[in-house]
């Protein structure tokens, strides 16, 4: 029997591993996929001010601070049972959809990109954003560097911070805007809109153009019937900052939908003896393995997953992506794990879409943004889509306000299950006895994962948040290494 | 005259993961050459490219896991660093990628960039404290970027 490892080439120690065990003749035997254990956390918060948990959560991981910020503010809401004032919702809502503009594009084009623009078994040195600037030219580059910047200073203008927002007090924000900054807001927004017309383009080209890739989207190697999570608004659409939870199955009929607060009846949590981090699933179904089903409480919640749980998106042109999706894929909900990456553009557009009516909106300048608590309620839950899945956070605090108890449920962490099944599945559909596993191979079984958008710093309770990779093929007798190949990116 | 950045990066709720942060602080306390800037950030990737640009030499002080003794410093040139666990990144690129982007879109990238790395002892636990051996490395770190910055 032979080992197959998939090491982080990160110096961290405890690092997340992909193991892969073949058998034999040649063939798949098993598939590990293990987080390390970050400590510390709950003991680090308790005894401090509640508000500062706003500051604090969002360091717990490089890649989304935007997304605990705001989970954190609403979970601080709720603490003090304060209303937020309308004005104070609106620039939060914005901040968080221009935040998501820019992790949905960096995926896009850092992370996913050179999958499919460069190939998913080129050459490595070529398959990453240097290759994808060679490709599309300096010009898109440019752009994407640019629309950063631009998405930054939006959320620097509302947040107060670029990287670690801290505009997010109980009952609101803690500064309002000016007139000027809204007009540059308008512009910023505009921007956004253009680029995810422009990105949509490009996947549509290079993605959809290409019958190769069409395939290997649709085939059974990539696909899981599972059930599906996404926040959706009293209209069944997509929301990113606020609504309820809304749970749908295989079948495309909806199991539940509840209330961000009610999370833990709706949720419990398996745990594997070789892993650190909880395999959720949903209580109802009940947990059955690692298996997928109408049966199995295995569930996703990722950009597909929102997709498939909502009935459309609430802004025009996004909403006409979302029916050209799923006209494209054969109807709802779409299994396929790879189409994550179509859905991502999609929200993409709704996220600039719907900054760009908030930016424009008549009252964003009111200078009521926000209710000054007059009392506490001592619990409280804060639920936001983070890109990468539903981030819940859970509060408890003694009557002056200080916390007792922090418990959160990260985007990745709802995932962990369905990673390791997509991932065993695209490696018994890769690995077959008697070929040689190429580079290449181990790359497309990444790519099984990398469609959910990892974040294993959040979902360990830590930075760095990335998982840089080396893949190694080890003989499991002397543990010598056969064959090695780094994902360097 | 040259510009020079000093960039402190790190987490500064996980223990030895702070240090550059505590590094860039330090130094923001005390003189520095004309032409010096100092910066602290939490984050790398491509934002490295928006902090870097326009600057002719940078320094950047970080804690790493690289299998030395707790506390050890090691010294590289931008062109050498393959480490470091914030550098090369799932969800990021990593720094020698982040400035060859730079150069090809145009943008103004530093000639010379070196990274003090301190060896951590331990960057899995939350917490505000540093380990011994990484609070006494921070000290001789300090000395280090500003013999570095006074040689110009």
Redesign the interface.
């Known amino acids: 029997m032979k080992k197959i490892s998939v090491d982080p080439?990160?110096?961290?120690?405890?690092h997340g591993k992909i193991e892969i065990f073949v058998n034999d003749a040649g063939e798949v035997a098993n598939v590990y996929f293990q987080i390390?254990?970050?400590?510390?956390?709950e003991?680090?918060c308790v005894g401090r001010p509640v508000e500062e948990l706003a500051r604090?959560t969002p360091?717990?991981c490089?890649?989304c601070p935007e997304a605990h910020h705001m989970a954190a503010s609403k979970a601080i809401d709720a603490v003090f049972g304060v209303e937020v004032a309308p004005a104070g919702l609106r620039l939060r809502e914005l901040l968080y959809n221009a935040f998501f503009v820019t992790d949905h594009t960096?995926?896009f084009y850092?992370?996913a990109g050179p999958d499919f623009v460069i190939g998913p078994t080129a050459d490595p040195a070529e398959r990453?954003?240097?290759g994808i600037?060679h490709k599309v030219g300096?010009e898109t580059?440019?752009a994407l560097?640019n629309l950063?910047?631009e998405a930054?200073e939006l959320i620097t203008m509302i947040g107060g911070k670029q990287?670690?927002p801290v505009c997010g007090l109980p009952g609101g924000v803690s500064a309002a805007v000016t007139k000027e900054q809204q007009e540059r807001m308008v512009q910023i927004t505009t921007g956004f809109v253009e680029f995810a017309k422009f990105s949509l383009q490009l996947f549509d080209d290079v993605v959809l153009g290409n019958n190769d890739y069409v395939e290997l989207i649709k085939s059974d190697a990539f696909t899981h019937q599972t059930y599906y999570m996404g926040m959706v608004d009293e209209n069944n659409k997509v929301n990113f900052y606020d609504g309820k939870i809304r749970v749908t199955g295989p079948d495309g009929k909806e199991l539940v939908k509840f209330e961000g607060k009610d999370y833990l009846d709706v949720i419990a949590e398996h745990v594997e003896p070789y892993s650190y981090l909880v395999y959720p699933y949903l209580k109802k179904v009940g947990w059955k393995g690692f298996v997928d089903g109408n049966d199995s409480g295995v569930y996703r919640a990722s950009p597909l997953s929102r997709l498939n749980a909502s009935d459309g998106m609430a802004t025009p042109q996004a909403q006409a992506e979302y029916e050209r999706f799923y006209s494209t894929l054969g109807g709802k909900p779409v299994h396929a794990t790879l189409a994550t990456h179509w859905a991502r553009l999609v929200e993409l557009l709704y996220a600039a879409e719907r900054a760009h009516e908030l930016a424009t909106h008549p009252d964003l300048t009111d200078p009521n943004v926000r209710n000054i608590p007059t009392g506490i309620v001592g619990e409280g839950v804060g639920v936001v889509e983070a890109p990468r899945g539903t981030l819940y956070h859970h509060y408890k605090t003694d009557d002056k306000g200080m916390v007792t108890n922090v418990n959160l449920i990260v985007g990745t962490t709802n995932n962990n299950a369905a990673i390791s099944m997509s991932l065993k599945k695209a490696a018994e559909g890769l690995i077959k006895g008697g070929t040689e596993i190429s580079e290449g191979t181990l790359n497309m079984i990444e790519m099984a994962f990398?469609a959910y958008?990892p974040?294993f710093g959040c979902a360990t309770?830590?930075?760095?948040?990335?998982?840089?990779?080396e893949v190694v093929t080890k003989s499991e007798a002397t543990g010598e290494i056969i064959a090695s190949a780094k994902?360097?990116? | 005259m040259t510009s020079t950045l000093v960039l402190g990066m790190g987490?500064?709720?996980?223990s030895d993961?702070g240090v550059g942060l505590y590094v860039a602080e330090r130094l923001q306390a005390g003189p520095m050459p004309d032409g010096v800037e100092i910066q602290q950030?939490?984050?790398?990737g491509?934002?490295l490219?928006?902090l870097v640009k326009g600057y002719d030499k940078v320094v950047i002080v970080d804690a790493?896991?690289?299998?030395r003794e707790p506390g050890d410093i090691v010294r590289y040139e931008a062109r050498e660093f393959?480490?470091?666990?914030?550098y090369?990144?799932?969800?990021?690129?990593?720094l020698h990628?982040a400035l060859?982007?730079g150069r090809?879109?145009?943008?103004p990238m530093p000639e010379d960039v070196t990274v003090f790395a301190v060896e951590a002892e331990d960057?899995?636990?939350?917490?505000e404290e540093f380990s011994p051996p990484v609070a006494a490395a921070a000290e001789r770190v300090i000395d280090l970027v500003r013999a570095e910055v006074d040689a110009g």
Do not use: W, Y
Not at chain 1, 36 to 41: A, Q
Not at chain 1, 462 to 468: E, F, S, V
Not at chain 2, 11 to 14: D, E, F, G, S, V
């Open positions: 080439i990160t110096r961290l120690e405890g390390p254990e970050l400590r510390g956390f003991r680090f604090i360091r717990i490089g890649v960096t995926h850092i992370l990453n954003i240097l600037v300096l580059a440019s560097i950063r910047a930054a990287i670690h990398r958008d974040c309770h830590t930075l760095p948040g990335d998982m840089p990779l994902r360097n990116m | 987490n500064p709720i996980l993961d950030s939490e984050v790398a491509l934002r490219l928006e790493l896991r690289s299998g393959k480490g470091g666990h914030r090369g990144s799932a969800h990021s690129i990593g990628t060859e982007l090809q879109l145009g943008m960057i899995e636990t939350f917490g």
